[in-house]
């Protein structure tokens, strides 16, 4: 039985018809094993790029997710002993991440005297702001919340910075602005469970913090900088209500950018003002901080045209130096008088624009911005003084402009804090001259001889409090780093750190008690405060 039925079935077996192609029969073997080792490197470069393609595009997606976060304790004392060691390690910060190949993994000049990441003044317009290579934030970025470690910040800085924070948010009016003068009247104080005590009418103008009118543009520039810097935008950030404080602090600065077909207006944000002669800091501030917003959050639709816009006037707006160079900005659109001040905001405005046009979300002509920059390195050069390496408000050495109080005599402040020296060495550094420049070093002498120190005004002592100084001179010194920078970081934290106001519906503010506060108000003064508690971790430094 099995023999006949084995000898049924292999007759029933019949050899299978070969289908191959007569042109395959006939070809070599090495021919075709050829052609296999060619269609098997096709797929896999197929995979290769397919991947590629998937991680550029998961680069370019934003990532929304909570974090665990430190709970806000307005009642916690900012305790400046605590050392930086006790920081616990956090979760990366889920900012926008942006396309490999526009960070490079070693952040360095193009000199390695260069104490910034790039050169502002070639022709090249890439650039970064912040650690990440994008925008200002906290530990969004490849060093992570190291930077904050290595560059001397520490538990007690950062709980500074987001005591500043919420105080601003508790400030912001409802239409998305802060006010440098009538921000009291929008205190909902009981809400938040605190007493206003600084809207005491028997306490000066200064202790309560009113500031002058006309400047909501540029303290809401800055207040905005200040959430920047701690890794916020309108869609991105760690706190929920600090990313809803953007989103109406960006559309209400939307509806102050002047849309006019006139060129000396168009672009502005906030129309010129016969009542404010200094309403080009409002732009430049304001421009900067939606620049910065348009880096990090990379909202083309809401935000390109009017970055665009702003940087134009900016660009058009400098006065001419000589028949082919251009020098700084004042107070006016092309108006033929230049001051350190308001230059030195421009190009931090400026600098900010490059990182846009960098990273295509604006188009940015590299000679025009080339030739600015140099335009205002000689206006700054012009002003320093050669032997001293102090640099001036209007000229070589200058002592600067002096603010006039509500009474019409002078602000006591001590003129000896070198401010326009400050923004000197900055506007230096971020142009890519190097350390072993004698201005610039004479400069950062001058810096060291004047540390951030809490003194009022007493008597016959003129007040050295002035915290647009501290801000210039703190991202100057940390730029140029060193035992210098160790230094004034110790000296400047002991200032801001310990003076912060801590409990009641001041917590997280500071007195705008010091040179400039008065205009700016309470606003000013803690958002410049955090901004430069913020200095860690905002600009990268080479490394």
């Not at 906030?270 to 501030?285: C, L």
Request: hydrophobic share 35%.
């Amino acid at each position: 039985m099995n023999e006949e039925y084995y000898e049924e079935s292999h007759a029933e077996y019949q050899e299978p018809e070969n289908r191959l192609p007569e042109w395959l029969k006939d070809s070599p073997y090495w021919l075709i094993a050829v052609l296999v080792h060619v269609v098997f490197l096709l797929i896999a470069a197929t995979i290769v790029v397919f991947e590629k393609s998937l991680e550029e595009e998961q680069a370019r997606t934003i990532v929304r997710r909570e974090t665990k976060r430190e709970e806000y304790d307005p009642n916690k004392k900012r305790d400046i002993d605590r050392k930086p060691e006790i920081l616990k390690p956090q979760e990366k910060n889920p900012l926008l991440q942006l396309k490999p190949d526009k960070i490079s993994k070693t952040p360095k000049g193009t000199d390695l005297n260069n104490k910034t990441n790039k050169n502002l003044s070639n022709t090249s317009i890439d650039d970064a702001i912040g650690t990440s290579g994008a925008g200002a934030g906290a530990y969004g970025n490849r060093f992570g919340r190291g930077s904050l470690n290595r560059e001397g910040g520490s538990e007690a800085t950062e709980s500074a910075v987001l005591a500043a924070l919420h105080w601003l948010r508790r400030h912001q009016n409802p239409d998305g602005s802060w006010s440098s003068s009538d921000f009291l009247s929008k205190c909902d104080s009981q809400k938040y469970g605190a007493i206003c005590t600084h809207a005491d009418a028997t306490k000066a103008y200064e202790e309560r913090g009113v500031g002058f009118e006309g400047y909501d543009i540029g303290v809401t520039g800055l207040a905005m900088l200040a959430y920047l810097g701690y890794g916020h935008t309108h869609k991105d950030g760690e706190y929920p209500e600090f990313r809803e404080v953007m989103k109406k602090a960006m559309n209400w600065m939307l509806k102050q950018q002047v849309k006019s077909g006139d060129e000396k207006t168009k672009g502005l944000f906030g129309a010129p003002s016969e009542a404010v002669d200094e309403w080009v800091y409002n732009h430049a501030i304001a421009s900067m901080a939606m620049a910065e917003l348009l880096v990090m959050s990379q909202d083309k639709i809401r935000l390109a045209r009017p970055v665009s816009s702003a940087a134009e006037w900016i660009l058009s707006a400098q006065n001419p130096g000589t028949k082919t160079a251009r020098l700084g900005w004042k107070y006016g659109y092309v108006d033929g008088y230049n001051d350190t001040s308001v230059s030195g905001w421009m190009v931090l405005a400026l600098k900010a624009i490059k990182a846009c046009s960098a990273l295509k979300l604006i188009k940015l002509s590299p000679e025009d911005y080339k030739q600015s920059i140099d335009g205002a390195i000689a206006w700054i050069e012009s002003c320093t003084g050669s032997r001293s390496g102090k640099t001036g408000y209007q000229s070589p050495g200058d002592e600067g402009s002096k603010l006039l109080s509500f009474y019409g005599d002078e602000y006591p402040f001590s003129k000896d804090l070198s401010c326009m020296t400050a923004v000197g060495v900055l506007c230096r550094l971020f142009a890519g001259q190097t350390r072993r420049e004698d201005k610039l070093k004479m400069g950062v002498d001058l810096l060291m001889e004047e540390l951030p120190e809490w003194t009022p005004q007493t008597g016959r002592r003129q007040s050295k409090i002035n915290m647009y100084y501290w801000y210039y001179a703190t991202y100057a010194l940390f730029q140029f780093g060193g035992t210098k920078w160790k230094d004034w970081n110790e000296a400047m934290i002991e200032a801001l750190v310990r003076n912060q106001r801590v409990g009641g519906c001041e917590d997280g503010s500071w007195d705008p008690i010091g040179e400039w506060g008065a205009a700016g108000g309470r606003v000013y003064a803690t958002a410049i405060g955090a901004m430069t508690l913020e200095v860690y971790y905002r600009y990268v430094r080479a490394q």
